[in-house]
C-alpha cells in the first residue's frame, strides 16, 4: 500500500501534470508549425525554386547499377540516402527560422517596460558591505544615505537613535 501512495503522490505532483501539459500543448504546437510550414511557407519555396526534391539522391553501396532510387530501394540493396537527410535538414532549418521569428514576436509582446528582476537584485553597502536591495536609498544595517538608482545622492537628515537614560 505504500508503494501505491507513493505512486499517486508523484503521479499528481504539480510538477508532472504541468509537464505533461506541455507536452500535450507542445505536441500539438509542433502540428501548428509544421503545417504552417509543408502547407504555407514551402509552396511558394517549390515555385520558386522549382520543385527542389532531395529525396532521390544516394550513394549505391553494391556492385549493380540501378537508373532511379526506386529501382535500388525495391531490390533492397545498402544505400546511404542522403538525399532524405538533406530533405530533413532544409525541413529543420525553415521551421527553425519559422520557430525563431514566432518566439521573437511573442518575446516583444511579452517584454516589460522595466526588468521584472529589479526588485530581486542586490547591492553591497559602501559603508558597512552588507547586502541590500538594489534600490534602497538607505542601508538598514548601518543606516548610511545611498544613491538611488539613478544615480543621484539623496540627502536627508541623519536618523539619529537616542536613548534615555533611566533613573535609578
Same mark, same amino acid.
Given at each position: 500500500m505504500k508503494l501505491f501512495s507513493e505512486f499517486k503522490e508523484f503521479a499528481v505532483r504539480g510538477n508532472v501534470i504541468d509537464m505533461s501539459i506541455g507536452v500535450i500543448i507542445g505536441t500539438t504546437f509542433a502540428k501548428i508549425v509544421e503545417s504552417f510550414v509543408d502547407d504555407i511557407i514551402m509552396p511558394p519555396f517549390s515555385l520558386l525554386f522549382g520543385q527542389v526534391?532531395?529525396?532521390? $539522391?544516394?550513394?549505391?553501396?553494391?556492385?549493380?547499377?540501378?537508373?532511379?532510387?526506386?529501382?535500388?530501394?525495391?531490390?533492397?540493396?545498402?544505400? =546511404?540516402?542522403?538525399?532524405?537527410? =538533406?530533405?530533413?535538414?532544409?525541413?529543420? =532549418?525553415?521551421?527553425?527560422?519559422? $520557430?525563431f521569428l514566432f518566439v521573437r514576436q511573442i518575446n516583444r509582446i511579452r517584454r516589460p517596460e522595466e526588468d521584472p528582476l529589479m526588485?530581486?537584485?542586490?547591492?553591497?553597502?559602501?559603508?558597512?558591505?552588507?547586502?541590500?536591495?538594489?534600490?534602497?536609498?538607505?542601508?538598514?544595517?548601518?543606516?548610511?544615505? =545611498?544613491?538611488?538608482?539613478?544615480?543621484?545622492?539623496?540627502?536627508r537628515q541623519p536618523y539619529v537613535r537616542t536613548q534615555r537614560k533611566s533613573s535609578s
Amino acid at each position: 500500500m505504500k508503494l501505491f501512495s507513493e505512486f499517486k503522490e508523484f503521479a499528481v505532483r504539480g510538477n508532472v501534470i504541468d509537464m505533461s501539459i506541455g507536452v500535450i500543448i507542445g505536441t500539438t504546437f509542433a502540428k501548428i508549425v509544421e503545417s504552417f510550414v509543408d502547407d504555407i511557407i514551402m509552396p511558394p519555396f517549390s515555385l520558386l525554386f522549382g520543385q527542389v526534391d532531395f529525396s532521390n $539522391l544516394y550513394i549505391n553501396l553494391s556492385d549493380r547499377h540501378f537508373d532511379t532510387f526506386v529501382e535500388a530501394q525495391e531490390a533492397g540493396i545498402p544505400m =546511404l540516402n542522403y538525399g532524405v537527410f =538533406l530533405n530533413h535538414a532544409v525541413h529543420f =532549418l525553415i521551421v527553425a527560422f519559422v $520557430l525563431f521569428l514566432f518566439v521573437r514576436q511573442i518575446n516583444r509582446i511579452r517584454r516589460p517596460e522595466e526588468d521584472p528582476l529589479m526588485n530581486m537584485k542586490t547591492k553591497v553597502c559602501p559603508y558597512c558591505c552588507q547586502s541590500i536591495a538594489y534600490k534602497a536609498t538607505r542601508c538598514p544595517s548601518c543606516t548610511s544615505d =545611498l544613491e538611488d538608482v539613478r544615480g543621484k545622492s539623496i540627502t536627508r537628515q541623519p536618523y539619529v537613535r537616542t536613548q534615555r537614560k533611566s533613573s535609578s
